[in-house]
């Protein structure tokens, strides 16, 4: 290696003399005035190491000195790239200044509350759970679920599981806090038997005929729905006769609860002609429980029969229009829990949810590939038989159906004409 100056090569060796001259120069003279000694920089080092100056030197160099700078990873890096070795890299770091400490008096910003957090703790595990009748998610098999992306406030939490009573509590969450719903799933209890009044006739003598109810439920049960909803109610049978009409939801028979056709068959098994059974059901606004007498097969087929075997109009269906559309009156909320709202006609098929409110006020097309849930609400707006639609994208929209005088009626129609389109 040689260095250059006006054309002519520099021995390596005077190379080596100038670096330790230049070092030198910024230490006191012998017998001269004390004066500040320059602490080395890290390109001091890196100049000195280039020139050929050893590592110990260097060292030596420095423990005279002092350096200015702190020995980081990629200084040491630099280092031991110009040829620094392990000895020279720890007397660096013991001479390495402490590292300057924060202003005492340095104001801090306060950190912004963190989104509540809420766990759901539920027994049995595999529950379904919903936050303001909007579905989040499921508990695992111990119970648990855990949910960071609610806003601080006020919220209703249901628990549901197939077989339960639902679990519901309102809760309030706070920035920065974690609430616990724990939550134990009961087993619905049956319903007090109505006391008997000398009202009631007695019953004819037995005659050891099984006795029959007269009804027909959907096919299709919509979705959500809890108890049998029928589709009729045979003219003439004891079910009409207590006032039981299409569409509406048989929840107990004799204190039984009741899921299915075959659960009513399973509640009137031994159930003879004549006997008195209670039957509870919901007619799309309150709980009704009524005394029916049975009666024989029979008497049930001499009563006239239905033209059809398909669900009888409800009261919200209007006419079929064109393009194979069936169209419904509904109220739209607004969010004030039935305080605020819009009336208008909700048409389904196509492939679309089409909301048209008489008043203009609000028009809006759901794909039905963009639908998550049709669900009959349990919580909010209950009372008056609302149902909600909740899409992939996070929207949800409450409705409630409603006849011609603008009175709620059931949605069950509205839920299996939805839950058909979308070829469920």
């Known amino acids: 290696m040689c260095l250059h100056s006006r054309g002519k090569c520099i021995p390596k060796m005077l190379a080596l003399l100038l670096a330790l001259m230049a070092v030198i120069a ?44 702190q020995v980081t990873a990629s200084v040491e890096k630099d280092i031991r790239g110009a040829g620094g070795t392990d000895n020279l890299i720890r007397v660096l770091k013991s001479l390495a200044p402490s590292a300057p400490a924060p202003p005492a008096n ?42 960071t992306r609610l806003a601080a406030g006020d919220h209703q939490v249901r628990i549901s599981l197939s077989g339960y009573q639902d679990y519901e509590q309102t809760i309030t969450l706070t920035g920065g806090q974690v609430t616990t719903v724990a939550a134990t799933l009961q087993r619905p209890a049956a319903p007090l038997q109505p006391e008997r009044t000398q009202t009631v006739e007695p019953p004819p003598a037995n005659t050891g005929q099984p006795g029959y109810l007269g009804v027909q ?13 029928i589709s009729v109610a045979t003219p003439g049978s004891p079910a009409e006769q207590a006032g039981l009409k299409p569409y509406d939801t048989i929840l107990g028979v004799n204190g039984r609860q009741v899921n299915s056709l075959q659960d ?50 409800p009261p919200t269906l209007t006419n079929m229009p064109h393009n194979g559309m069936v169209s419904f009156r509904v109220a739209h909320d607004h969010g004030r829990s039935g305080q605020d709202y819009c009336v208008g006609v909700m048409s389904i098929g196509n492939g679309m949810i089409i909301y048209k409110a008489d008043n203009g006020v609000h028009n809006f097309e759901i794909p039905l590939n963009s639908v998550k849930e049709v669900r009959r609400n349990t919580v ?3 009372g008056y ?26 949605p069950d129609a509205i839920l299996t004409a939805i839950d058909a389109a979308m070829g469920n």
């Open 26 to 69: 910024v230490l006191p003279s012998p017998g001269s005035a004390q004066k500040p000694v320059k602490k080395l920089a890290k390109q001091d080092i890196l100049d000195l190491l280039v020139g050929d100056v050893s590592s110990d030197d260097v060292a030596q160099l420095a423990q005279k000195s002092g350096i200015s700078f």
């Open 106 to 147: 340095n104001p801090r910003t306060a950190p912004s509350a963190s989104p509540p957090v809420l766990m759901i703790e539920a027994n049995p595990g595999e529950s379904q759970v919903y936050i303001d009748d909007e579905p989040m998610g499921s508990t695992g098999r111990q119970g648990h679920l855990k949910l």
């Open 217 to 229: 439920a959907l096919p299709k049960q919509p979705p959500g729905a809890h108890g049998v909803v």
């Open 264 to 313: 009513v068959h399973d509640a009137l098994a031994g159930r003879q002609v004549g006997d008195v059974v209670q039957v509870t059901w919901y007619n799309g606004s309150t709980n009704v429980t009524r005394p029916v007498r049975l009666i024989s097969a029979a008497a049930l087929a001499q009563a006239p029969t239905p033209a059809t075997t398909q669900p009888a109009t």
């Open 380 to 382: 909010y707006l209950v």
């Open 385 to 410: 038989g609302a149902f909600h639609i909740h899409t992939k994208r996070g929207s949800n929209f409450n409705f409630a159906a409603i006849n011609a005088q603008n009175q709620p009626q059931p």
